[in-house]
């Protein structure tokens, strides 16, 4: 050992890492070599060097071999090292230095570097089995691969419910150039900063199993997507609300998302029956904070109900109950597909797993409106008269009175404090909402307009639209954009 002491004082005499010389030193003495190259060390090893005896000092250089080159030459330890297409893939070298240095793979002494098919790799280099490929089965690699190399997957499918993987393609390497997740379902919620990634362990040693996030692999499974919205117990539609409520289970902040999937397609028509809103059709709305209403202040009866905007609002929805929602976008004769959004979408709502059937999203509950005017049996829809009737104006009556029996605000409110159609729920039913009924009864169609124009209208215009072409005249420009306040 003592050429490996020499070695020490020399290396660290240099900067060396003392790690490196051990592990040389360790080489020296498993394969039992009496002289290590010490040619280019520095002045200090040429000074340490005359202590060691001249045939101790013998050594032979890393190059590159021929192609037609037989290596070994009488050397008991030397071997040709695989080291890539360089020079045929050859070097001649000693077997420990063809792993440790040179990162190759040690042939055994005497092999032909030749190059016989071509290709600019000597033939020993070439791997013996070329063949490494998936099983039929999926589950794993067949074939092999020259040593030190193995046949092992590269790119693996992972079901993250089930664990099951499939193998998709396998190839020669060590472990740490292996491995890609395809079609892994997400894992983890983003915002735990989780991505599907490999684990591996060492160069030899692979975790072939497909984790997510840190280095231990140990994020939690993405949550159920939240429950639906439930219809309002009633079962009784409204002209300007639609009503629902959130699941007691569902005990987390979502945001509610109001799809306007069909907008006010009366049948049978009033005296004007155009498809007046289709160009709002397949947007969506979000459901703002509820609030506590008063039915009347003859009564003191409350509610909670909630405005519609343009922004989402997570909240805990849970232990709200029964919610009537309204605003701009809420119109007779309409269909609404309500879900709820997960929050863990905040503030990535349109990203695919926070849409529609996404898997942080809840299925969705249908609610329709009825026929402008109609806030008493009999519906419109399900029945197919031409409400309103002489009874849904009597009912009105009833409500401003405030009497027994009168429908709640929610059935009963119809009437707009602008031309958007909104509605203001802190005030006592008055005239304007009996007054929209008679005009529904004598067959006129739904007033309001859900979309606003572009720009700054002029002076006496609403900025109100239905179409772009209403977006013009001084009534500010196009396009016509969904409401929001």
Not at 338 to 360: F, H, I, K, M, T
Request: net charge negative; aromatic share 8%; charged share 15%.
């Amino acid at each position: 050992m003592a050429p490996c002491r020499f070695l020490k004082r020399t290396l660290v005499s240099e900067g060396a890492v003392v790690s490196h010389v051990r592990k040389i030193c360790l080489i020296v003495a498993l394969f039992g070599l009496g002289a290590l190259p010490f040619a280019n060390v520095g002045p200090i090893a040429a000074q340490e060097s005359s202590r060691i005896p001249s045939q101790s000092r013998t050594t032979r250089k890393a190059e590159p071999v021929s192609r037609d080159h037989v290596c070994g030459g009488g050397l008991p330890d030397c071997a040709a090292c695989c080291v890539g297409q360089a020079a045929g893939g050859c070097l001649e070298v000693s077997r420990s230095d063809c792993a440790l240095v040179h990162n190759g793979n040690p042939q055994e002494p005497g092999t032909d570097c030749h190059d016989f098919n071509g290709d600019g790799r000597a033939d020993a280099c070439e791997p013996k089995f070329p063949s490494c490929t998936p099983t039929s089965s999926g589950l794993g690699c067949t074939g092999g691969c020259s040593e030190p190399y193995l046949c092992q997957a590269t790119k693996l499918r992972v079901n993250h419910a089930t664990f099951e993987f499939e193998v998709l393609e396998c190839g020669c390497g060590w472990c740490h150039f292996c491995l890609a997740c395809q079609s892994w379902p997400p894992p983890c919620t983003p915002s735990a900063g989780c991505v599907p990634q490999i684990v591996c362990y060492s160069k030899d040693i692979c975790d072939i199993t497909c984790v997510c996030g840190d280095e231990e692999g140990d994020c939690e499974p993405p949550p159920d997507p939240p429950d639906p919205p439930d219809l309002d117990p009633t079962g009784i539609n409204k002209c300007r609300f639609i009503s629902f409520q959130i699941p007691p289970q569902t005990a987390s902040e979502t945001a509610i998302r109001v799809h306007l999937t069909s907008l006010h397609h009366p049948a049978p028509c009033y005296i004007e029956c155009l498809p007046l809103f289709t160009l709002f059709e397949g947007q969506y709305v979000w459901v703002g904070p509820p609030q506590w209403y008063v039915e009347s202040n003859a009564t003191g009866t409350t509610f909670l109900a909630s405005a519609v905007q343009c922004t989402p609002y997570y909240q805990d929805w849970s232990t709200v109950g029964l919610l009537h929602v309204t605003g701009s976008a809420i119109i007779p004769s309409s269909a609404y597909h309500v879900e709820q959004v997960a929050s863990s979408c905040e503030g990535r709502e349109s990203d695919s797993d926070c849409l529609p059937a996404g898997a942080n999203v809840s299925s969705q509950l249908q609610v329709k409106t009825t026929r402008w005017g109609d806030i008493d049996t009999p519906y419109n829809p399900p029945s197919t008269t031409a409400q309103p009737d002489v009874g849904d104006i009597s009912a009105l009556v009833n409500k401003f009175r405030s009497s027994s029996g009168a429908p709640i605000k929610a059935r009963a409110w119809l009437a707009g404090v602008d031309g958007f159609g909104s509605i203001s729920m802190a005030q006592d039913l008055d005239f304007s909402h009996i007054s929209a009924c008679v005009e529904a009864f004598r067959g006129m169609t739904y007033p309001y307009k859900i979309g606003k124009c572009a720009g700054v209208p002029s002076p006496g215009r609403s900025g109100t639209c239905r179409t772009n072409s209403d977006c013009q005249m001084g009534n500010g420009d196009p396009p016509c954009s969904l409401y929001c306040p």
